[in-house]
């Protein structure tokens, strides 16, 4: 199992920032990629970024503003995000992708941060 807790989320300006935390305990030993989806009001959840063993992928919304890292040693991956804009306001998730065997893993999901952008 995989337990992950966000942090970072709030109220901000367009143009501001906001760095999202998301510390995952457990088996994090097996875990495969990590990354952040969000969804908004009557939308479906989207990948916003992820970041995994030889790289980083972002939504084309968000390419150029948001930075994906992650610190292996402790576990979190953090996502910054800069230039915000009305359109980024969503509950944001972190993901944990786990391999559990060869060819199958398993999805796990945090608790959700909102973050709301005004204009």
């Known amino acids: 199992q995989v337990q992950l807790v966000e942090s970072g989320g709030g109220l901000v300006q367009a143009g501001g920032s906001l760095r999202l935390s998301c510390a995952a305990s457990?088996?994090?030993?097996?875990?495969?990629?990590m990354g952040w989806y969000r969804q908004a009001p009557g939308k479906q959840r989207e990948l916003v970024a992820s970041?995994?063993?030889?790289?980083?992928n972002y939504a084309d919304s968000v390419k150029g503003r948001f930075t994906i890292s992650r610190d292996n040693a402790a576990n979190t991956v953090y996502l910054q995000m800069n230039s915000l804009k009305p359109e980024d306001t969503a509950v944001y998730y972190c993901?944990?992708?786990?391999?559990?065997?060869?060819?199958?893993?398993?999805?796990?999901w945090g608790q959700g941060t909102q973050v709301t952008v005004s204009s």
């Open positions: 457990g088996s994090t030993f097996s875990i495969n990629a």
């Open positions: 993901n944990a992708r786990r391999s559990i065997i060869p060819g199958l893993t398993r999805d796990y």
């Open positions: 970041i995994y063993t030889g790289g980083t």
